[in-house]
Nanobody, 119 residues
Framework: QVQLVESGGGLVQAGGSLRLSCAASENIFSMNVMGWYRQAPGKQRELVAV???????NYADSVKGRFTISRDNAKNTVYLQMNSLKPEDTAVYYC?????????????WGQGTQVTVSS
């Protein structure tokens, strides 16, 4: 069972920056995909950014050019640098690890960290 712990959320003014961290209990190099998702009140959880072990990084259109996802395999940590934050970025941000076993995806989630952007 992979455990993920997010940190770095908080309250920031519009235009500000935050960096989220996701510490994993296991070697993230073995995970097929690491990613960040978010869920705003009354809305479905949505993809923010994903970084596969092989392949290209993918961002939601709404965050392209403002957010950057990265990973430090030595520290088993994934980061989300968020710049030029907007009030619509307000949400609970969740870290995700996906491991494919026999072609079947196994998803692991952190407990979430709140990001609030004031106007």
């Amino acid at each position: 069972q992979v455990q993920l712990v997010e940190s770095g959320g908080g309250l920031v003014q519009a235009g500000g920056s935050l960096r989220l961290s996701c510490a994993a209990s296991e070697n993230i190099f073995s995970m097929n995909v690491m990613g960040w998702y978010r869920q705003a009140p009354g809305k479905q959880r949505e993809l923010v950014a994903v970084i596969p072990s092989i392949g290209f990084i993918n961002y939601a259109d709404s965050v392209k050019g403002r957010f950057t996802i990265s990973r430090d395999n030595a520290k088993n940590t994934v980061y989300l640098q968020m710049n030029s934050l907007k009030p619509e970025d307000t949400a609970v941000y969740y870290c995700n690890a996906r491991l494919l076993r026999s072609g079947i995806p196994n998803d692991y989630w952190g407990q979430g960290t709140q990001v609030t952007v004031s106007s």
